[in-house]
């Protein structure tokens, strides 16, 4: 199908968000207060932050600050996958802490197994559905990058299965597929706005003052507490927690490590029973793709397909607009590159485009830090693969918080920062250049230039 036409009735909004399940906002906050803790941002990082600061400590006084609605952002936006991994993938977490990395990895199976469990004892319906995910090569020199870790993976003891052409196309059929690894455990297919709104609820229950549409305009430290103004108000707590992702930071010093990256999405009208039998999908994995520029995709609980990534865009000077979450141009792109990938599905049209900015480090994975005397802790930085790490992003902040040493707060990982980008115009021309050698990696069998080959030894290897 022409693309044009494919994308003409497709809503401009995530798919996600467009719900009647959408739970009405909680109110504003007016006037003073003061509580134990505040929490500052109604994503993934704060909910799970308020959530179990209260089952740590259910006599705990939490109020969380969410400046327009519960999941609007990142949260609500992204492609729905549940990953064990803490460090965006192995690769990344070997290339920068092979010492840790059994730890790590043992640390991200136990974290997602531990959302699981909230979810039932929470009785939160989010579609979660444990498939894991498929690692496919589209091109000979992926297939060497896949081999690449076999032999750590199976002393790790992760559960991977190798497969073969045939193997892939057996579980999903694409003309594209060479090969791939499938998985099985380490991924979540779950629906990411149902699972904030959940969390919304749980808290709630258990008590968490909770006022969206409620922006924090300025911090002031008292000595022993934190002020924080809103329109409105102002809430003083001995404790705060940053969960604002990549919009302007309450604490500047953040601004040298993070860059907003903006990634795009498609969704399909519901796939027919013929449709989804001419792609197979029986196990339902969510699926990657191993370029440098990458795609993303999987089935929904009604089996439509998202698809999304690819063209991870960073628009000069930083800036963050709501008028970059809509891009023809690369709707236009990905919806050429899923006909690609399933002719045999060249009548399905798309219901919703969308896009959104992502919190980007130069390491791929959150980081951590405290200010204020350890006051004030924040978790950012996890650059799209969010939606599991960020739980135990919200542990590491609550055990600085409370002054311990843990096995969290004892690891590199936690303890080190990315390193900070340059300012601007450099760090644009730098990003952009950056972006164009990605792109001819990729055309040219995976080879990176002295560019990308200085910034892997610097410790900056970039995919999109």
Same mark, same amino acid.
Request: charged share 25%.
């Given at each position: ?159 991977? #299965? ?9 579980? #999903? ?62 809430? $003083? ?119 959104? #900015? ?28 969010? #939606? ?65 080959? $200085? ?10």
């Amino acid at each position: 199908m022409d693309p044009l036409k494919a994308l003409a009735d497709a809503e401009r909004k995530p798919y996600w968000l467009d719900s009647p399940a959408r739970p009405e906002p909680q109110p504003r906050l007016y006037g003073n207060t003061s509580a134990d803790l505040v929490v500052v941002g109604g994503g993934f990082t704060g909910l799970w932050t308020a959530l179990m600061a209260k089952e740590r400590d259910p006599s705990l006084d939490v109020v969380l600050l969410e400046g327009r609605r519960i999941g609007w952002a990142a949260t609500g936006r992204n492609g729905g996958f549940c990953m064990a991994t803490l460090t965006h993938g192995l690769a990344n977490g070997l290339e920068r802490w092979p010492e840790e990395i059994g730890r790590l990895e043992r640390s991200g199976v136990d974290n997602l197994d531990e959302i699981e469990r909230t979810l039932q004892r929470h009785g939160i319906d989010c579609s979660f559905e444990r498939t894991g995910e498929l690692h496919v090569a589209t091109e000979p020199w992926q297939l060497d990058g896949l081999r690449e870790h076999l032999g750590l993976i199976s002393e790790l003891g992760l559960d991977y #299965v190798p497969l073969d052409r045939e193997q892939v196309r057996a579980e #999903v059929d694409s003309p594209t597929y060479l090969g791939g690894l499938w998985e099985r455990s380490g991924c979540a297919m779950l629906d990411p706005a149902r699972l904030a709104w959940g969390l919304r609820q749980a808290c709630l229950r258990l008590g968490v003052r909770l006022h969206e549409r409620t922006p924090v305009r300025s911090l002031r430290d008292n000595g022993k507490t934190i002020v924080l103004r809103t329109p409105h108000g102002a809430v $003083t707590a001995p404790k705060v927690a940053l969960g604002t992702g990549v919009f302007p930071p309450l604490l500047r010093r953040l601004k040298h490590f993070l860059v907003p990256v903006y990634d795009y999405a498609l969704m399909t009208e519901p796939l027919t029973d013929a449709q989804l039998a001419s792609v197979g999908w029986r196990n339902r994995q969510g699926v990657g793709d191993s370029g440098n520029r990458f795609h993303y995709y999987r089935l929904t609980d009604d089996n439509r397909i998202l698809w999304g990534g690819y063209d991870a865009v960073y628009y000069n000077g930083g800036l963050v607009k709501p008028e970059y979450d809509q891009r023809d141009e690369t709707f236009t792109t990905l919806a050429e590159h899923f006909y690609a990938t399933f002719p045999q599905l060249d009548a399905v049209r798309f219901s919703h485009r969308w896009g959104g #900015v992502i919190d980007t480090c130069s390491r791929f994975s959150a980081f951590y830090g405290q200010a204020h005397g350890g006051r004030l802790v924040y978790a950012v930085g996890y650059t799209g693969m969010g #939606v599991g790490a960020t739980r135990f992003g919200a542990n590491v902040l609550l055990d600085l918080l409370s002054g311990e040493r843990t096995e969290r707060t004892e690891l590199r990982m936690v303890k080190e920062k990315p390193i900070p980008f340059p300012p601007e115009p450099v760090r644009s021309g730098v990003i952009q250049f950056t972006r164009w050698s990605i792109a001819q990696a990729d055309r040219h069998g995976g080879r990176r230039n002295l560019w990308l080959r $200085t910034l892997d030894r610097m410790g900056l290897g970039f995919d999109s």
